[in-house]
């Protein structure tokens, strides 16, 4: 079965949703099954997502992204470096 991927906009609404619906005294199984996802997911979202508002989600997402991208880099020089050193070296 295909998984659906939930944007940031989504995954947070669904955290609202369980949160007014768990205020009512529903299970979190009960809240899952509403909102359509495993009550596992909700858990893992409301673990990485839970006192955020949108924008804080968004801007969490975005650094993500440029971290990731920059980690690339430094491992792209870090190669650079040590094939340099290499031929510097006349290990070649």
Known sequence: MARKAYATEEIIKHLRTMEIERAKGKSMEEVARSVGVHAVTLAKWKREYG????????RLKELEKENGRLKRIIADQALDNSIMKEALSGNY
């Open 51 to 58: 006192g955020l508002q949108l924008d804080q989600a968004k």
